[in-house]
């Protein structure tokens, strides 16, 4: 029998990446192997054929993976999300960009070796836009993937950088070798994902944190002090829908792909209806507002809402959470179960 090829996925002790490891086991095609600073918990190891603990800064150990895997697909979720980013820029920049770059070139040179493009996805994200007024934000309503493209994070930099980098891998590599014309590409796809929203696991790091924050520490009986303005409105989606878009993406067709990063939309609300809804499933809870400003400028500096209609064209995109189902089906029930016991 042929040995099922490898799926690699970088930060996969993230809140997207235990989800991916296991849609991808599910799903059967793929060998994952994993790769993370911390150790990965015991509960997913056994649905991974090898797991890692290291860094993706690491050139070594990125040789040693791609040495000992024929890897077909490349998961690069590792990230410095916007909040801590904005702690340490320096640090977001090695690894938003630079650990990119070192696994953009493994993925390049795994191209070459196996004769066929290997497919790199990757998440950007909405911090990947950044809107200078409030007026403008309003104005752009569901923004386009090619509107307001000046982040004011370091993370929303490096996001919108390596989405060009990508496209470089994938388009114009060593352009200036020769038979360059002719030479195999890496695949890069990409998605920006609005603010996610997990059932499983309280994000950390990101500034889009205070909706899943005020949710799981409602289901806890714990007050919370939200950090943006009862008016501030992004785009959130639930995480199985996010699993969806990567998966989606994964097995879109090469020639339908028109954009080398894709809007996916769920549902847009405000703080103050998110209040609403955490309310609604949980009376007792206690949230209150704080305003930390610069954080809620961040928030505010992002789009209301996304237009995904790219994504719907190209790749039949589209969600299954809008936002009752994905509180009153998913979330809700879910937050709920784990905090009984
Ligand atoms: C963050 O808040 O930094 C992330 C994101 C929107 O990409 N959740």
Redesign the pocket.
């Known amino acids: 029998m042929q040995k099922r090829p490898v799926a690699l996925i970088t930060g996969a002790n993230g809140e997207i990446g235990r989800s991916l490891i296991e849609a991808l086991h599910r799903d059967g095609r793929y060998r994952i192997v994993t790769l993370d600073l911390s150790p990965l918990p015991e509960k997913w190891r056994p649905l991974c054929f090898e797991t890692y603990a290291g860094n993706i800064l690491d050139r070594y150990l990125l040789d040693q993976l791609a040495a000992h895997h024929e890897i077909e697909a490349v998961f690069h979720l590792a ?1 410095l ?5 904005e702690r340490d820029p320096e640090l977001a920049h090695q690894i938003n960009v630079e650990g990119t770059l070192h696994l953009l070139r493994m993925a390049q040179s795994l191209t070459l070796r196996l004769d066929r493009p290997v497919k790199f996805i990757f ?5 990947a836009y950044g809107i200078p007024t409030l007026a403008q934000k309003k104005e752009f309503g569901r923004i386009r993937e090619d509107q307001g493209l000046e982040p004011i ?1 370091m ?2 930099v490096n ?1 919108l950088y390596a989405e060009h980098l990508g496209r470089y891998f994938m388009r114009h590599y060593r352009m200036l070798s020769a038979n360059s014309e002719k030479s195999v590409r890496l695949d890069f796809r990409s998605v920006r ?4 929203i997990s059932a499983e696991t309280v ?1 950390s ?5 205070y909706g899943p924050e005020m949710l799981h520490a409602a289901a806890q009986n714990k007050p919370y002090a939200c950090f943006v303005a009862p008016e501030a409105q ?1 785009p959130f989606m639930a995480m199985p829908d996010a699993i969806k878009a990567l998966m989606g993406l994964l097995d879109a067709p090469r020639e339908k792909l028109t954009l080398p990063a894709y809007n996916v939309g769920a549902f847009s609300l405000t703080a103050a209806e998110f209040v609403t809804r955490v309310k609604k499933a949980f009376p007792n809870a206690q949230i209150t507002f704080a305003i930390d400003q610069a954080r809620a400028r ?2 505010d500096s ?1 789009p209301a809402d996304v237009d995904d209609s790219a994504a719907r064209r190209d790749w039949k995109w589209s969600a299954d959470y809008g936002i009752d189902r994905a509180f009153d089906e998913y979330l809700v029930p879910a937050i709920r179960a784990r905090y009984r016991d």
Not at 123 to 127: G, H, L, V
Not at 205 to 209: A, E, L, Y
């Open positions: 990230a999300l916007s909040t801590r980013g998440p950007s994200s909405i911090a994070t993370y929303g996001k994902f609005p603010g996610l994000p790091g990101g500034t889009s944190d992004i961040i928030v992002w």
